[in-house]
């Protein structure tokens, strides 16, 4: 693009970091309108809107266009991330919902894996352009199944029953201004409220911020890293991506057994002792400790194993580490949320923390090659090594202190 627009590399990211930005800013109406039309309605308009722009963006004849395309195409895009888990929900109890939950969020952490692998490839041997149709192909591979797709949310399941039975459902004549007040408190106030006044959700925000952050800036370091010191070319160099895809295999099974192994017990003995398989929330925190220190290690391992030329393998497996600790912190925090503020509160605790992790994440890799740049690998690298190390312990304390900050939260569930 650098080539064929005759722009800098700083303005060459833009359709990138502003398609991850897109991803942040959709849920802020996806998630809303799937709880007044449902799920199915969002996921059936969201999706064909969103490969109409990927196919702009692949016949883009300047700059600015391939910009504007990516942005709203990642806005459509968003729907499949923001109430994808919101469609696990609804079909799982929460004692049920870790297994197909880790499921879930393995495959947008495969994403960055596969992307810079098949893009390589596709650019080297037919251009850029054809980063955007292989999205397409892909598209219409989601896009069949999703067709014979039935609804799941229970609002809009009982409305489409009351009204093939000509019942008029309580509740049903919110006001234009009733819908504008809710939409207003429950999707943009109550989050940002949340994240200032709430130190559980301000802290594993800034936490699960950072993490993506780091990980969308290797997207601008890694061919830096890998063309410098060990002479990649471009395939080669969406190959190395893969160690962020096993560390994901890896979090996902390490979380299906934490499951299985750890918390179902749990909520079997609660059931038992007669408290309806109620759990500490904290029980969730486990693999939360586990990658904290995963994250730090990885980051000193990637500096000065690539800083010192060791064989190009040692680096990535320090990716795989990184991308193992990233996924565990965020699976656990996300459930933990959940648990912690319940469905209604959760899903704005979530809020904030999504739109948050983009904004970092379209951030982070306008200035990652300028650090490496400037630094070299062992300092850029270190230096997001000591924020994270500086983070590790956020986890943890909530582990210790979990309970008292529930209880002086306003923003319990009722019981």
């Known amino acids: 693009m650098i080539a064929e627009f005759g722009v800098s590399a700083e303005v060459a990211l833009l359709p990138y970091v502003l398609y991850v930005l897109g991803l942040g800013c959709g849920p802020l109406l996806a998630a809303p309108m799937s709880e007044t039309f449902g799920r199915r309605a969002v996921y059936l308009i969201a999706i064909p809107i969103f490969a109409l722009f990927t196919l702009g963006a692949g016949f883009s004849q300047s700059i600015a266009s391939l910009t504007i395309c990516r942005f709203l195409a990642g806005v459509f895009g968003s729907p499949g991330l923001s109430i994808g888990s919101a469609t696990l929900s609804d079909m799982w109890k929460p004692s049920e919902r870790a297994v197909p939950m880790a499921i879930y969020v393995t495959t947008p952490f495969l994403g960055p894996a596969i992307g810079p692998l098949v893009g390589g490839y596709a650019t080297y041997a037919y251009g850029w352009r054809w980063t955007q ?183 990535v497996v320090a990716e795989g580490v990184f991308g193992c600790g990233n996924m565990l912190i965020f699976m656990s925090a996300t459930l933990y949320l959940m648990d912690f503020y319940g469905p209604l509160y959760g899903a704005s605790a979530m809020g904030s923390n999504n739109l948050a992790r983009y904004i970092l994440g379209a951030s982070f890799p306008l200035f990652a090659l300028q650090m490496y740049e400037r630094l070299g690998i062992g300092w850029a690298t270190s230096l997001l090594g000591f924020i994270s190390l500086a983070l590790t312990p956020i986890p943890w304390a909530f582990y210790i202190w979990g309970p008292k900050l529930r209880a002086m939260s306003k923003y319990q569930p009722a019981s």
């Not at 830096?224 to 893969?242: A, D, H, M, N, W």
């Open 133 to 315: 149709w292989v999205l397409l192909f892909f598209t219409v591979v989601g896009l069949g199944p999703a067709l014979g797709m039935k609804e799941t949310y229970k609002s809009a399941i009982l409305k489409k029953r009351a009204e093939e039975r000509g019942i008029k459902p309580k509740g049903s004549q919110r006001t234009a201004l009733q819908s504008a007040k809710f939409f207003l408190r429950s999707t943009l106030t109550r989050p940002v409220t949340m994240a200032f006044v709430e130190p559980v959700v301000s802290l594993f925000t800034v936490y699960i911020a950072v993490n993506f952050g780091t990980l969308y800036a290797f997207f601008a370091a890694f061919p830096y890293v890998f063309s410098k010191v060990y002479g990649f070319g471009i395939r080669s160099t969406g190959l190395t991506f893969l160690g962020l895809g096993v560390g994901c295999l890896v979090a996902c099974c390490i979380i299906i057994a934490f499951s299985k192994l750890v918390f179902r017990p749990q909520v079997q003995k609660s059931i038992a002792a007669g408290k309806g398989g109620k759990v500490q929330p904290e029980a969730r925190l486990y693999p939360a400790m586990i990658g904290s220190i995963c994250l730090p290690i990885s980051l000193f391992w990637f500096a000065w194993s690539a800083q010192a030329g060791v064989h190009w393998i040692a680096p």
